[in-house]
Each structure stands twice: as structure tokens, then as C-alpha cells.
């Protein structure tokens, strides 16, 4: 079975840095697409950024020149460079992978648990 575990949130100063990772482990073949989603209390989960084919990437206008992902390969891990953070910032950061398993015959998009990214002002 293929799990996503997402780490690195925690609480910051505003203007402060974190780095959040996203481990995919499991029965992988391939990993087609991750992504990083947030979802701030009393608001609609929205994207931050992807990153496909382990180079391409999309940001969120929000994030964009604060926040960087970056994928590495050999661990199946994303990360997410996060920058100048802001009280906006503040949500619950999740992981998602798009997987394809040894198993399975189609990919299937995986999530995390979430991780609490909180910055103060």
C-alpha cells in the first residue's frame, strides 16, 4: 500500500522560513505528480504549488517568489521551501501524489494527514 506523511509544520515569525516535507513510501512504481494544498480554518483547500515530471512546477500567485517545492526522486519525497512567511500563510499544509503502484493499473492520487504551518504576527 502506498502511504503520504507530511512533516515540518510548526510555528513561526512572520516573515520567518519553514520547510515542510511530503515522504510517499509504499508499493511506488512511478510518481507521476506531488503537490502541496492548504486549507485555512473556515476556507476552501486551495493549491499552492505542483511540481510534474520531477522539474516542472506551478505556484500559486500567493506563494509565488516566496515559496519554492522541489521533488527528490530517490527518496519519493517532495519538499516545500517556504519563504517570508506571512500570517495568511497560516492553514493546514497537505501533500498530495499522484502514484502510480506496482499494483494497481491506473494512478491514484494519495494525500497526507496535514501538517500545521502557524504564523504569528
Known amino acids: 500500500q502506498v502511504q503520504v506523511v507530511e512533516s515540518g509544520g510548526g510555528l513561526v515569525q512572520a516573515g520567518g522560513s519553514l520547510r515542510l516535507s511530503c515522504a510517499a513510501s509504499g508499493s511506488i512504481f512511478s510518481i507521476a505528480a506531488m503537490g502541496w494544498y492548504r486549507q485555512a480554518p473556515g476556507k476552501q483547500r486551495e493549491l499552492v504549488a505542483t511540481?510534474?515530471?520531477?522539474?516542472?512546477?506551478n505556484y500559486a500567485d500567493s506563494v509565488k517568489g516566496r515559496f519554492t517545492i522541489s521533488m527528490d526522486n530517490a527518496k519519493n519525497t517532495a519538499y516545500l521551501q517556504m519563504n517570508s512567511l506571512k500570517p495568511e500563510d497560516t492553514a493546514v499544509y497537505y501533500c498530495?501524489?499522484?502514484?502510480?503502484?506496482?499494483?494497481?493499473?491506473?494512478?491514484?492520487?494519495?494525500w497526507g494527514q496535514g501538517t500545521q504551518v502557524t504564523v504569528s504576527s
Open positions: 511540481i510534474i515530471g520531477g522539474s516542472s512546477t
Open positions: 498530495s501524489a499522484e502514484i502510480m503502484s506496482y499494483r494497481g493499473t491506473v494512478p491514484y492520487d494519495y
